[in-house]
């Protein structure tokens, strides 16, 4: 079963940031938060993750609050092609397989 | 770097007949997953290994699905006999496992319908 609870859906205008949430109340010290997304028809595509600090990287940033119950994925400028699903994973650190939730149907509108 | 490759990307199949699903890993992986997805359930874990010994296939649905992995670069997925509810997008993935927070890599997937 998935240990992240996320929105359905969310909307987000072109070229504003996409800020997508994430709850993971249960986490415990020894796993990660993954973000992935998938684009219609295509296979999941890793965007980022951390442990306990805040990431970034060419794609987007993940901010991961203090007691690492929650965290966000943002897109700063998103663009149409970033219209996807987007999954918030977490991920023992012994590289456990990804069980994904049913993920943020992300909809950028121009 | 060539990523996850699977094969065939679209099969058609009738209801009976064996299918085989292939994958080749991204080079110097050593843990491989298979999942499917499915619009009722979502992406769903059916099986995966390690050093290529099966490591936990709680996932595959009955004894009609088999997997192997004879040697680091290939897999295979089996159906025998096929169902038309086993139409469904079949997701192969790889990773280098040792390395805590290693990212696991998809390919492009394998489209089956069970007619």
């Known amino acids: 079963d998935a240990k992240t609870t996320q929105p359905p859906s969310m909307d987000c205008a072109e070229g504003r940031a996409a800020n997508l949430p994430c709850n993971h109340s249960?986490?415990?010290?020894?796993?990660?938060v993954y973000w992935y997304r998938q684009i219609h028809s295509q296979g999941p595509q890793y965007i980022i993750h951390g442990l306990k600090n805040n990431e970034t990287n060419e794609m987007a940033s993940l901010i991961i609050t203090e007691d690492r119950k929650s965290s966000t994925l943002i897109l700063p400028h998103a663009t149409l092609r970033d219209t996807a699903v987007y999954y918030c994973i977490v991920r023992d650190i012994r590289d456990t397989p990804l069980v994904f939730g049913k993920g943020t149907r992300l909809s950028v509108i121009a | 770097d060539a990523g996850v490759i699977q094969s065939p990307r679209h099969e058609v199949t009738e209801m009976g007949q064996e299918v085989t699903l292939r994958c080749k890993p991204i080079?110097?992986?050593?843990?491989l997953f298979w999942y499917r997805q499915t619009m009722m359930r979502g992406l769903e874990l059916l099986i995966y290994?390690?050093?290529?010994?099966?490591?936990?296939d709680s996932g595959m649905p009955e004894d009609r699905f088999s997997a192997k992995m004879p040697n680091a670069s290939f897999s295979t997925l089996k159906i025998q006999p096929s169902e038309p509810r086993d139409s469904a997008v079949y997701f192969c993935?790889?990773?280098?496992?040792?390395?805590?927070?290693?990212?696991?890599?998809f390919g492009e997937g394998s489209w089956l319908t069970v007619v």
């Open positions: 080079s110097g992986h050593n843990s």
């Open positions: 290994f390690n050093n290529n010994v099966p490591i936990d």
């Open positions: 993935a790889s990773t280098l496992t040792g390395i805590s927070g290693n990212t696991i890599y």
């Open positions: 249960t986490i415990s010290g020894n796993e990660y």
